[in-house]
């Protein structure tokens, strides 16, 4: 049996819809406002976040990365070929100066320096017996003189003996002629004569031999000598071809160069090393770790700050709670560049006594570049911000509009017009914000010193606040714009 709705239940009916009506537009209302309400408003309206001018010190640094190696690295190579016979030093051994490493195979190099020996020794007996004969050459000659000797007093006395048979021979003829002596006498005395003429030939003849046969001796005693300084030439060749094969022998002995320790071995027992074309290396010898070097990379825009012998602050990962200090040495002219990006190299020197710091390591490094102490400083914050639209009046002392002051000023400033750089930062004055323009010098990330401009100790700067937009980079003089409604849909 169906029942029929009344006109009241009616009436109800309608009336709860149009309840829930009005609330949704009501909710949509509150909603609306909310959303599309202007933003922001008057900077005497804001709220600023405020600090204050201070004295306090200024540490300017430079933040770079770089890797740990030793101040000398020595490469030990071999300059022969061969096979390695022998390893006498691994991985951190420590070597002295002149301690053997490493051995190649040398009985071949040991053969050749034997026979390089016999060959010396050979030499050796030639240029003695080239000495024998230049010593029986010289007492040949010598004999040839003396019997030269004795020919010539031969020569003399038939010489003499001749003028006397001469003598006798005009004596028996002028005897003979007075009829006071004989034939006899006269041909004795002739006989006497030819025989001294003879005898003087005779002499003559012999000389003549003698020293025909002295020149022959001085001839083989000149022959004896060039061939003994052709035996001494050849003593000096075999013996700079042994001093070349003891060198090679000794070259089997790989040697440290220098004191330290080995960080890297590039061969093994049995492997045969070829040096035809280079030196190939075996060994690297690092040369006192006690000292050691950072390279550190160093952005282009930084380098102008390094100095020599700026203190260095850096950690490594091995120890991370731990900080080592350092000393800058040197920046290398050379520039590297990759992708477009140029870096150069800074050079810093480490005491490494307790010899914790090992090489290829990376060091993240402080170079301290500035010290300012006691002097004026603002926070970074300040020189960031920027008001909202509020209209700003940038505020100078009474002083300062004078335009004699003003020109003294300019000229007080001309010798330090190239030292810092220009900034502004805003004072809280009557609510508003005031534009101080101030000259900035050194910088440590957090704080900025201040070297001139009319801001002092204790003055309250904005640091940040003033509703949205107020760390815009924008003119102060300009009125925000109105931000833009999110979408609904």
């Given at each position: 049996m169906?029942?029929q709705?009344?006109g009241?239940e009616?009436?109800f009916g309608?009336?709860r819809?149009?309840?829930w009506?009005?609330?949704?537009v009501?909710?949509a209302g509150i909603?609306?406002?909310f959303?599309?309400?202007p933003?922001?408003?008057?900077?005497?309206d804001?709220?600023?976040?405020?600090?204050a001018?201070?004295q306090g010190?200024?540490t300017?640094s430079?933040?770079?990365t770089?890797?740990?190696?030793p101040v000398?690295?020595?490469?030990v190579?071999?300059?022969?070929s061969?096979?390695v016979v022998?390893?006498?030093?691994?991985?951190?051994?420590?070597?002295k100066?002149?301690?053997?490493?490493?051995r190649?195979?040398?009985?071949?190099?040991?053969?050749r320096?034997?026979?390089?020996?016999?060959?010396?020794?050979?030499?050796?007996?030639?240029r003695d017996t080239k000495?024998?004969?230049i010593?029986?050459?010289?007492?040949?000659?010598?004999?040839?003189e003396a019997?030269?000797?004795?020919i010539?007093?031969?020569?003399?006395?038939?010489?003499?003996?001749l003028?006397?048979?001469q003598?006798?021979f005009e004596?028996?003829?002028?005897?003979?002629?007075?009829?006071?002596g004989t034939q006899?006498?006269?041909?004795?005395a002739?006989t006497?004569l030819?025989i001294?003429?003879?005898t003087l030939?005779?002499?003559?003849?012999?000389?003549?031999?003698?020293?025909a046969?002295t020149e022959?001796l001085?001839?083989?005693?000149?022959?004896?000598?060039a061939?003994l300084?052709?035996?001494?030439?050849?003593?000096?060749?075999?013996e700079?071809k042994l001093?070349?094969i003891e060198?090679?022998l000794?070259r089997?002995?790989?040697?440290s160069?220098?004191d330290?320790?080995?960080v890297?071995?590039?061969?093994?027992?049995?492997q045969?090393v070829?040096?035809s074309?280079?030196a190939p290396?075996?060994?690297?010898i690092?040369?006192?770790l006690?000292?050691?070097?950072?390279?550190a990379n160093?952005?282009?825009?930084?380098?102008?700050r390094?100095?020599?012998d700026?203190?260095?602050?850096?950690t490594v990962n091995?120890?991370?709670?731990?900080?080592f200090?350092?000393?800058?040495?040197?920046?290398?002219?050379g520039?590297?560049?990759?992708?477009?990006v140029v870096?150069?190299?800074?050079?810093?020197g480490?005491k490494?006594a307790?010899?914790?710091?090992?090489?290829?390591?990376?060091?993240?490094?402080q170079?301290?570049t500035?010290?300012?102490?006691?002097?004026?400083?603002?926070p970074n914050?300040?020189?960031r911000?920027r008001?909202p639209?509020?209209?700003?009046v940038?505020?100078?002392?009474?002083?300062?509009?004078k335009?004699e002051?003003?020109?003294?000023r300019r000229v007080a400033?001309?010798p330090a017009?190239?030292?810092?750089?220009d900034?502004?930062?805003y004072?809280?004055?009557?609510?508003?914000p005031?534009?101080?323009?101030?000259?900035l010098?050194?910088?440590?990330?957090?704080?900025?010193?201040?070297?001139?401009?009319?801001l002092?100790e204790g003055d309250?700067?904005?640091?940040?606040?003033?509703?949205?937009?107020?760390?815009?980079?924008?003119?102060?003089?300009?009125?925000?714009?109105?931000?833009?409604p999110?979408?609904?849909?």
């Open positions: 169906s029942r709705v009344t009241l009616r009436f309608v009336r819809v149009w309840i009506a009005v609330g949704i009501a909710v909603t609306g406002f959303l599309w309400r933003v922001g408003g008057n900077a005497s804001a709220g600023y976040r405020l600090a001018a201070e010190s200024i300017a430079v933040r770079a770089g890797t740990l190696n000398t690295t020595v490469l190579g071999s300059q022969l061969g096979q022998e390893i006498l030093a691994d991985y951190n051994t420590p070597v100066e002149g301690q053997i490493v490493a190649l195979y040398s009985e071949q190099i040991k053969s320096r034997d026979a390089a020996l016999a060959d010396l020794a050979q030499s050796k007996a030639d000495k024998a004969q010593d029986k050459a010289k007492s040949m000659l010598d004999r040839s019997v030269a000797a004795d010539a007093a031969q020569r003399d006395r038939a010489q003499a003996q003028a006397e048979a003598r006798n004596r028996a003829t002028e005897l003979v002629a007075r009829a006071a006899n006498a006269l041909d004795q002739r006497q030819d001294q003429k003879a030939v005779s002499a003559q003849a012999q000389i003549a031999s003698n020293k046969e022959g001085r001839a083989d005693l000149a022959l004896a000598d061939g300084k052709s035996a001494e030439a050849m003593i000096l060749q075999r700079a001093k070349d060198i090679d000794a089997t002995d790989i040697r160069p220098v330290g320790v080995v890297k071995r590039d061969i093994e027992l049995g045969t070829a040096a074309l280079s290396t075996l060994f690297t690092a040369q006192d006690r000292e050691i070097d950072i390279y160093i952005d282009e825009a930084d380098v102008g390094l100095k020599p700026q203190a260095v602050s850096f091995a120890y991370p709670n731990r900080n200090s350092g000393r800058v040495r040197l920046v290398r002219l520039a590297q560049t990759v992708q477009n870096t150069y190299t800074a050079v810093i480490v490494n307790d010899m914790a710091l090992l090489p290829g390591m990376t060091a993240n490094l170079i301290v500035d010290e300012r102490d006691n002097v004026l400083r603002v914050a300040a020189l911000f008001p639209g509020a209209a700003v940038a505020r100078l002392p009474a002083a300062e509009n335009p002051q003003q020109g003294r400033a001309r017009a190239d030292e810092g750089t900034g502004r930062v004072r809280l004055v009557d609510g508003n005031e534009l101080v323009p101030v000259r010098g050194a910088t440590d990330g957090s704080y900025t010193e201040v070297l001139r401009g009319s002092k309250p700067i904005i640091v940040g606040g003033g509703g949205r937009g107020s760390t815009q980079d924008a003119d102060p003089s300009k009125p925000a714009s109105r931000p833009r999110p979408r609904m849909f």
